[in-house]
Each structure stands twice: as C-alpha cells, then as structure tokens.
C-alpha cells in the first residue's frame, strides 16, 4: 500500500516563496499522474496542479506564472515551487497521485495528509 509524505509547507510572508514535496513511498510498481490540491478555510478543495509521467503539466490559471510543479519519477516525488505567494495562497495543501502497484494493474489515486501553507505578514 503506497503512502503519501508531504513536506515544505509553513509561514511566508506576502510575496515569499516556498517549495512543497511529496513522496510516495511503500510497495508499488510505479506512480502515474501526481499533482497538489488546495483547501482554504471555509472553501472546497481546489485543483492547483498537475503532471504525468512524461512531464506534462497542468497549472490552475489562480497560480500559472507563480507556481511551477516538477517530479523526480525516480524518486517517486513531485514538488511544487510557489512563487510570490498571497494571502489568497493560504490553505492546506494535499498531493495526489496515480498510485499503479503492479504491473499492469489499474492507477488508484491516493492523497497525503496536508500541509499548511500560510501567507501573512
């Protein structure tokens, strides 16, 4: 059963940047499509973004031009630089992803627990 370890959230001030991660780790074949949701206090969880296997991202048009999403297949871990962040940035953030655990089986999605990211001065 694979896991998901987020890590890299915190308190920025407005205009700051940070960097999350997320591993997968546990007994699985391979990881698909991995990505980051967002959660602010009283709203629905967001997409953010998004990227396959062979690198092809997706950003929310909220963060396009101040956040990047990058993965390491390798190392079974996905990354989302955020760039001159806003209050409006605040939230939890959860990784998801396509979790295949053996060959030619069907992706599951998997979530991590969160991370908060918090934007104030």
């Known amino acids: 059963q694979a896991q998901l370890v987020e890590s890299g959230g915190g308190l920025v001030q407005p205009g700051g940047s940070l960097v999350l991660s997320c591993r997968a780790t546990g007994d699985f074949f391979q990881t698909g499509t991995m990505g980051w949701y967002r959660q602010a206090p009283g709203k629905q969880r967001e997409f953010v973004a998004s990227?396959?296997?062979?690198?092809?991202?997706k950003h929310a048009d909220s963060v396009k031009g101040r956040f990047a999403i990058s993965r390491d297949n390798a190392k079974n871990t996905v990354f989302l630089q955020m760039n001159d962040l806003t209050p409006e940035d605040t939230a939890i953030y959860y990784c998801?992803?396509?979790?295949?655990?053996?060959?030619?089986?069907?992706?599951?999605?998997?979530w991590g627990l969160g991370t908060q990211v918090s934007v104030s001065s």
């Open positions: 998801n992803a396509d979790i295949i655990r053996r060959i030619g089986g069907t992706p599951l999605t998997s």
């Open positions: 990227m396959t296997r062979g690198e092809n991202a």
